[in-house]
């Protein structure tokens, strides 16, 4: 005779952290714990959407290495 091996009492589902602060996040601020790390997240986005705009504004140039002696 082979008993089940009873699941442990648990959450069925792994709810995921909250990405700012790796707190456990909250249903009404999902996927977030609060509406502040909400505010922070948004806030990131914005700046890192205008850091990669302006970044595109000339080309890199690649004048390294050069054999240079004297
Ligand atoms: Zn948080």
Excluded at 22 to 49: E, I
Aim: net charge negative; proline share 16%; glycine share 8%.
């Amino acid at each position: 005779m082979a008993g089940d091996p009873a699941s442990p009492p648990g959450p069925t589902h792994s709810p995921r952290p909250c990405p700012i602060c790796r707190r456990p996040s909250s249903a009404r601020n999902h996927p977030f714990c609060t509406p502040r790390c909400a505010d922070v997240d948004l806030h990131r986005w914005l700046v890192g959407s205008y850091a990669v705009a302006a970044e595109e504004e000339d080309a890199p140039s690649e004048d390294d290495e050069a054999g240079s002696t004297g």
